[in-house]
């Protein structure tokens, strides 16, 4: 059994031990100690903080294996992204050019630095261990940060978007950015992440990208083969994440040139598909036979926990009947309300 809850002071030794495992198709997760130990202090003082509206709240969330008290993953989102209210990225777009003297009028594929996605909320993070044999686990992790925003809407916007992780070859390079970004920053897309802890939202990158649009059809080959397309290693990610409502837009990663996901959260199942239930004391046996996987989470603030389990259908009951370890996982006790989504 596994649950997902608020990273505490405790765990930093723990994700220190994943940060150290190589995860390419990840570039939002902190690497350092120092980094991990500054993103766990924020994450439980965003946790802690009365909020009437989001602002530069983050809330890191860890999947930890009950049995043992292993935790075996991470996920994180934020309530407005970027700091002090910018978030980078490209936009694309397209440029009419027009010579009324030849007579010429065509359409020109464009990138333009843009930061239109400053405030939507952000969720990042997301890595989980033996991503490839992941289970239920993997999609309660992802969906789990949704559910807390379902249980405090008041903490995140109306509308979110993901950052995933674009093409890099088996050394790491990114052909988008010795393309685009190399030019700029004058060094290699490993050295640039660390450089920059996988933020897109420094001072340097306005400094230093270009502020005027960027024409595709110059860009070599590889790198618009390159743009949009997730790292192989991604595609957990981006299938949880399109079966929860996400879709690809308009916008890339300034750096590798990986696809960003975004939906209105009320195109998101979190939010349009839970259920509230009134939690009653002893899994009840099988009505139908034919039980269905479900996310259940509760409470807010710190006391927030999420886990997975099977039962009948719940849209027509009034409650949900769960066994003792799972009250015990959940921090409830018969009569509290929880929340409930198909997963």
């Known amino acids: 059994m596994y649950v997902v809850r608020p990273v505490e002071l405790a765990d930093i030794a723990a994700l220190e031990s994943l940060a150290a495992v190589s995860m390419p198709g990840v570039h939002t997760l902190p690497k350092t100690r120092e980094k991990i130990a500054a993103s766990v202090e924020r994450s439980i003082a965003s946790f802690a903080a009365h909020v009437d509206i989001p602002s530069e709240e983050s809330y890191l969330f860890v999947l930890e294996a009950v049995a043992d008290k292993r935790i075996v993953g991470t996920a994180a989102i934020f309530a407005s992204a970027g700091s002090n209210g910018t978030y980078f990225s490209f936009r694309n777009d397209v440029i009419q050019q ?3 003297d030849l007579n ?3 359409s020109v594929h464009a990138l333009t630095l843009c930061s239109e996605l400053t405030a939507y909320s952000q969720l990042s993070g997301f890595y989980v261990t033996n991503m490839e044999q992941a289970g239920l686990e993997a999609a309660l992790l992802s969906r789990a ?3 807390f925003a379902v249980l405090a809407p008041h903490r995140f916007g109306d509308r979110f978007f993901v950052p995933l992780a674009g093409i890099t070859d088996a050394d790491g390079q990114s ?3 010795d393309a685009l970004g190399r030019k700029f920053f004058q060094m290699d897309f490993l050295d640039a992440e660390r450089v ?3 933020a897109r939202n420094r001072t340097l990158i306005v400094e230093l990208m270009p502020h005027y649009p960027v024409y ?3 860009l070599p080959g590889d790198a618009q083969a390159a743009m ?7 595609e957990l990610a981006f299938n949880l994440l399109t079966e929860e409502g996400f879709e690809a837009d308009d916008y890339i990663d300034i750096f590798d040139g990986g696809p960003i996901l975004q939906a209105h959260k009320n195109s998101l199942r979190s939010f349009t598909g839970s259920v509230t239930r009134r939690v009653v004391e002893g899994a009840a046996a099988s009505r139908s036979g034919q039980k269905v996987n479900y996310a259940i989470a509760a409470g807010v603030e710190q006391n927030f926990r999420a886990v997975t389990f099977s039962c009948d259908a719940l849209e027509a009951a009034d409650e949900v009947g769960l066994p003792k370890e799972l009250l015990a996982a959940l921090h409830v006790r018969a009569g509290d309300n ?3 989504v198909r997963i």
């Open 216 to 218: 595709v059809p110059l």
């Open 104 to 106: 010429i009028s065509h």
């Open 196 to 198: 920059i802890g996988g």
């Open 145 to 147: 940060r949704l559910l």
């Open 338 to 340: 929880v929340v409930c």
């Open 98 to 100: 027009v010579s009324r």
């Open 228 to 234: 949009g397309q997730i790292h192989p290693s991604g």
């Open 175 to 177: 052909p988008f950015w």
